[in-house]
């Protein structure tokens, strides 16, 4: 059984013995992600994109993935309900947190985190209107060019924003450039180089280290054979 116990305002699993729980989010970065575990020869118990469990044990290894929202990765991993994740450079970039270390670049759910808006000048007067999720990588990227801007918070569909004449522009995330391209939009910035990375909460590094070090070891070695592969097949 799980105890679980308040600790200086973080929430603490104690009762886990040696076993590791993955965070991750079902979709791109899951099956991706799946295809790392493939070559490791790691097999989940159960379909995790079928099944409705949102604990999913793989098999013969002691570990677990536990699902959650791609947003709430790094929430689980810093208090410890997690003891690893895999997110998203953009959500991490976005959420800032102390409590966990990032070993490891996944290449993965690649993208970039941009500037778009219409193929038009920018209006010049006023502080511009920039819609997005990531309101607070947004604020930052701004204010280190010194340029004053209105933030607008929304959850999806940013494209949209500027052509109903809701924002200036946007920052989101582009991969093929296909979605920016239906709406009539184009990249004014590139913001940032986005994959997924690997997370580890600070305690399990250390109460856990044997484990998560070869987790960690065993996933270099899978990530450098996927590299020497895409390398051979060019
Ligand atoms: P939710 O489904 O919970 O609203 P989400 O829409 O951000 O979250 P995904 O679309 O699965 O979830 O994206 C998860 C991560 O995958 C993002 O944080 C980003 O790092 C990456 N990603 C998002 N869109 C793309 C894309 N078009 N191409 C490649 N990677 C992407
Ligand atoms: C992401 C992002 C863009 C789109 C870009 O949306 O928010 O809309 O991908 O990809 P592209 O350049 O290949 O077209 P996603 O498909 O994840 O939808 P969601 O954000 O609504 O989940």
Do not use: W
Request: glycine share 8%; hydrophobic share 45%; net charge positive.
């Amino acid at each position: 059984m799980v105890e679980m116990r308040l600790q200086a305002g973080r929430v603490r699993g104690l009762d886990r013995g040696s076993t590791l729980a993955i965070a991750v989010s079902k979709g791109r970065i899951l099956s991706e992600f799946r295809t790392l575990l493939d070559r490791m020869e790691i097999k989940c118990a159960e379909d995790p994109e079928t099944s409705r469990s949102l604990v999913i044990p793989l098999k013969d290894r002691g570990l677990r993935l536990v699902i959650v929202r791609a947003a709430d990765v790094p929430t689980y991993v810093e208090y410890g309900a997690a003891d690893l994740g895999v997110a998203g450079k953009d959500v991490l970039l976005e959420y800032r947190g102390e409590g966990f270390y990032e070993p490891l670049d996944l290449d993965i759910a690649r993208c970039k985190l941009v500037v778009a808006g219409k193929a038009e000048p920018l209006p010049r007067a006023g502080r511009l209107r920039v819609a997005t999720k990531y309101v607070q990588t947004t604020r930052r990227h701004f204010a280190q060019k010194g340029d004053q801007v209105e933030v607008i918070h929304l959850y999806g569909s940013m494209e949209l924003a500027p052509l109903v004449g809701l924002a200036d522009c946007i920052v989101d995330l582009m991969d093929t450039g296909n979605t920016l391209k239906a709406n009539g939009l184009v990249v004014l910035e590139t913001i940032a180089e986005i994959s997924a990375r690997l997370i580890i909460n600070k305690a399990a590094m250390k109460m856990k280290n044997t484990a998560v070090k070869a987790l960690i070891a065993e996933l270099a070695k899978a990530l450098d054979q996927t590299a020497t592969d895409r390398n051979l097949a060019l």
